[in-house]
């Protein structure tokens, strides 16, 4: 239940979002970001009756900079392997800013697995 309405609350966010100027799209993944947290925070306090203790920012440094690291490390290692299997080879390079959307959809993606675990 909590997905469902976690879900429409983003959805409602995007829609809204779709309907803003250009430069408001163009940070459309935080918005949506805190859409889900703002869903999932109200799903908490209104269904589930509790204290979202999940969003607290004691130690979301800590677990961030460990999910970063573990993240590099899982990265470099499939990187080396392919590489040292002779299937990974640089075509090529682009400026750093290439970056921001897929850092963006990643910051998302990451909130958003950490709403999905298990109390």
Do not use: H
Not at 41 to 60: C, N, Q
Not at 61 to 89: C, K, P, R
């Amino acid at each position: 239940m909590a997905f469902v309405w976690v879900a429409a609350i983003v959805s409602v966010t995007s829609s809204v979002v779709d309907l803003l100027p250009d430069w408001v799209q163009a940070i459309s993944l935080p918005i949506l970001a805190l859409g889900a947290c703002l869903g999932y925070y109200s799903f908490v306090r209104l269904v589930e009756k509790r204290p979202v203790i999940e969003l607290a920012a004691s130690g979301a440094v800590a677990e961030l900079a460990g999910g970063v690291m573990i993240g590099a490390a899982l990265f470099a290692v499939t990187i080396g392997i392919l590489w040292g299997l002779g299937s990974y080879q640089v075509a090529g390079t682009n400026s750093w800013t290439v970056v921001i959307p897929a850092l963006m959809r990643l910051c998302l993606a990451t909130r958003a697995r950490g709403l999905c675990r298990p109390a």
